[in-house]
């Protein structure tokens, strides 16, 4: 980590306010999936990442993609899985490597609430702003996910969702 000078008051409020927004957002998103799924936003959010990767992750790589912990994870994927919306299994040639795979009843789901989520982003994120200021915060923000975790991710339509993620 490099050595900055002091900050000014707008670089603090930035980080000040990527924070509050994250929170925000978060929780809007949270009581938007529960209204209509009856599972958490990050339960949603495993779902999503599955669907976006094919179908199936290995845990370890899911757990990256979604900045938790092993633990937290493994409580999350047991809960859908419960649910009947993930289904875990051995990583073919490697026996300690677990898939989480998403199931039919998950693909469902994620269709039926797509609209519900479509229209609760579109509240929060975009109709506050203009195109260009949408623009400039999706390329902001792209910056600091590639600074941050080595990759920017975000923006699969269901329609450009990888073919594996409709298995049976």
């Not at 603090?12 to 927004?21: K, P, S, T, Y």
């Not at 925000?24 to 009856?38: I, N, P, Q, V």
């Not at 998403?102 to 203009?130: C, F, H, K």
Request: glycine share 8%.
């Amino acid at each position: 980590m490099r050595v900055a000078e002091k900050l000014d008051s707008v670089e603090l409020a930035l980080f000040e306010r990527l924070i509050d927004v994250g929170k925000l957002l978060e929780r809007r998103a949270d009581r938007a999936t529960r209204e209509h799924t009856g599972i958490k936003y990050s339960q949603y959010e495993v779902l999503i990442r599955l669907r976006n990767a094919g179908g199936e992750l290995r845990m370890t790589e899911l757990a990256n993609k979604l900045v938790s912990t092993p633990s937290a994870l493994t409580y999350q994927v047991a809960q859908l899985e419960k649910a009947g919306l993930v289904d875990r299994a051995t990583a073919p040639g490697d026996e300690r490597g677990i898939l989480a795979r998403i199931t039919p009843a998950g693909l469902e789901l994620i269709r039926t609430v797509s609209q519900t989520q479509n229209d609760m982003i579109a509240d929060a994120t975009i109709a506050p702003l203009s195109r260009t200021q949408v623009e400039a915060a999706h390329r902001a923000l792209g910056a600091l996910q590639l600074h941050l975790r080595g990759e920017q991710t975000g923006g699969i339509l269901p329609e450009q969702a990888p073919a594996g993620s409709t298995r049976p």
